[in-house]
């Protein structure tokens, strides 16, 4: 339990300050891609017996890199797609070679978070380190270029290159936070909570902050009910995000 309550508000926390600027620059789908993408890392992971985490620290930045790469600004939503389709198909396959069918597809698209090992926190709390750390230096030219790309382009920003560092990032809070929560939930806690910040606040940094302490309180409901209820982690995890979208776009319109 322990570890489950560190792995994740680690979790929380990185899903917050990475989500904002996810829902800030319209990029759900990738959001949504990256995970569903590094499947495929995981499955074979489990396939060659090694820790799922190397499998999706490969998978990931791969899938980001390709999105990257090939896609367009307003056609990235296609290679997207591909690149999901390819890469569950491919996990697919790896799937098959395994005996453990059931219960991996399980863990890695629910997570698996009262299984978390004290290595596995470790690992979880370097590669939160590493995130927040490129969040913050690449904080204002981020800001702006989701904000106001056509400016960022003017002020010699190059949102090209700031576009993949970008998706290389959520690669690694893919390959952080798969292994805790699933590849289903990450969606959950990257677009929820920050969605709902945006509603309760306007300055960047207060909804930032808004938004880390949404998904803290979200993971930590999810893993306290479902240890008194023994309900699946995912269930908590999935209603406490979409009740929190809803209960912002009350405030919001009350507001108005």
């Known amino acids: ?26 990029a759900t789908f990738a959001a949504h891609g990256v995970p569903l993408a590094s499947f495929a890392g995981a499955a074979g992971a489990s396939v ?8 999706l ?14 896609g367009r600004r307003r056609r990235s939503d296609v290679v997207t797609a591909l690149v999901v389709a390819a890469m569950l198909g491919l996990g697919a396959l790896f799937l098959s070679w395994t005996v453990e069918y059931a219960s ?62 970008f998706l290389v990032l959520m690669a690694v809070v893919t390959t952080l936070a798969v292994p805790v929560v699933g590849t ?15 509603a309760f ?13 949404i998904a803290l309180v979200t993971v930590w409901l999810a893993i306290a009910l479902a240890y008194e209820t023994t309900w699946p982690i995912g269930f908590f995890v999935g209603i406490a995000g979409a009740a929190w979208y809803v ?10």
């Open 57 to 70: 620290a490969v998978f990931s930045p791969v899938a980001a890199v390709a999105i990257g790469l090939l």
């Open 201 to 213: 606040v306007r300055s960047p940094l207060a909804a930032m902050a808004a938004s880390v302490g």
């Open 104 to 165: 991996e597809i399980y863990a890695l698209l629910f997570g698996e978070v009262l299984g978390v090992t004290g290595t596995e926190v470790w690992l979880s709390a370097a590669l939160t380190g590493a995130a927040l750390l490129a969040v913050a230096t690449l904080y204002r030219p981020l800001l702006l270029s989701s904000v106001a790309g056509e400016v960022a382009e003017a002020r010699g920003v190059r949102t090209a290159r700031l576009e993949l560092l």
């Open 1 to 26: 339990m322990t570890n489950a309550w560190l792995a994740g508000s680690l979790v929380a926390v990185v899903a917050g300050v990475v989500g904002f600027f996810v829902v800030l620059r319209g």
């Open 48 to 55: 060659v017996g090694v820790p799922a985490v190397v499998g």
């Open 184 to 198: 289903l939930l990450m969606f959950t806690l990257m677009v929820g909570p920050p969605a709902a910040a945006r």
């Open 247 to 256: 209960l912002a776009r009350v405030v919001a319109a009350r507001r108005r």
